[in-house]
């Protein structure tokens, strides 16, 4: 049999990255599944190739090379996303564009808080660098293990801190940008107040790489508090926990660095797939707060602040029993229950997950009258509720009702229930995504949920930028 013709732009690529750097199913001893699956395991694609680009003036090169030929570009992360958002189509026609061995910390400037990164950056490593330099980059989340300061500027990451420090565009101070042409936008700014024109860097930010491909970030730094204490509070209802969380802003202030919220349920499934982490309080109550606070002064302020609120929390009937962490092992046991949440609904099978926001103050009657609303939906269905309550952003995620079948279940069921979900997110003021963005996986909702005005000026946007659409395309908008 003779050989397949050698892919003029696969042989542009490996003079580009290297023939190592350019992955393809022509060889059958590579395994492309781990750039092409997505992390929840529901979707796979076929890639014609990962490329890898070692620095910035590779990624133009690449970009140039594909915009030649019209071929699609998948930027790709850590490949944590969870709409769909880093993975080739079906097509075997798309680029996946790996950034993971530009992973480099460039500078630390510590006069000017700030640290440039390059976008395949860990974000745990990020925060090691960080902490190394006696700073805190407090940007935090369940897959920091794995996902990059890329991906996280890609899908404006929220996570645990938000209710502090603001999600990632928050925390960006400048970009380094390849556009859909190729260009290097060299803008790596640490300022602070720069008023020359369009927020460029806030556009690239939560474009989910359908814009340009983010090369490298000057992130903020901040002091490392002097103490954190972490507080794990049973609450006897939404209502409560709403309460809760306005005490600790007044009492806390800015020292109130996290507020998540979690239900029976959820805990329940923890506790189902991963006994060992004993999981506390969750029998007795409908919902568990996990608070924290950073404290400038010593811990024993922080203690003595912790033990006044939740005293009053208490008397007031908002907290029936509170535990709060001795040290800093026990501080992170909580949180990993916390974190554990999404792989324990993994173990119990396919679900259909949200991640909407609401205003704080609405939440409570959101939660009843969709409860109410999904029960009569499907019966039985499963509640698998919990979030970044701080932030007014939960995942109101819907698991299949005990003994039947996860698949068939969201096979059948998911467009369903997410139209009843969305439709009560509009009514109730709120985004159908707060922080894991529309990938592909709710582009076909967002025509119903955005404003007509703000649509149509994405999309002019995107014309502007990325004219022949080879950027992401199929994400975002269709
Ligand atoms: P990828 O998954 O690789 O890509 C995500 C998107 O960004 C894609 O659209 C991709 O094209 C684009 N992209 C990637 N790199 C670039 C780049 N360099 N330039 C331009 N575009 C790019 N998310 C939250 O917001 N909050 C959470 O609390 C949270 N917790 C999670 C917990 C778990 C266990 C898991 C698995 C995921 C969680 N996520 C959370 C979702 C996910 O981790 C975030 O969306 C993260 O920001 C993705 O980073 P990544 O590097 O894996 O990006
Ligand atoms: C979280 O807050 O844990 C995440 O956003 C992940 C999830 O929604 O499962
Ligand atoms: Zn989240």
Redesign the pocket.
Known sequence: MTPPLPHPLLEQLRQICGPANVLTHEDPATDLSPWEQD?RKRVSGRALAVVRPGDTAQVAAVVKACAAFQTPI?????????VV??IPDKSGQQIVLS?TRMNAVRAIDPANLTITVE?GCVLQNLQTAAENAGFLFPLS???EG???I??????N????QVVRYGNTRELCLGLEVVTAQGEIWHGLSGLRKDNTGYDLRNLMIGS??TL????AATMKLYPQPAAQLTAWAAVPSMEAAVELLGLAHQRLGPGLTGFEVMGQFALGLVDKHYPHLRVPLWQSTPWCVLLENSDSESEQHARAQFEALLETAMEQGWVSDAVVAENLTQAKGLWHIR?SI??AQVQEGQNIKHDISIPVSRIPTFVAETDALLALEVPGVRLVDFGHLGDGNLHYNVQAPEGSDGKEFVRAFEDKINTLVFDQVQRFGGSISA???V?EQKVNKLPLYKDPTALAMMRSVKQALDPHNIL?PG?VLI
């Open positions: 992390w998948v930027p790709q992360g850590g490949n944590t996303g969870l958002g880093g950034m976008a989340l369940g897959a794995s996902c990059t890329g991906g996280n500027l890609g899908t990451a929220g996570g645990t989910e790489g340009g491909i983010i090369t974190e999404t792989l922080e894991h963005g990938g992401n994400r």
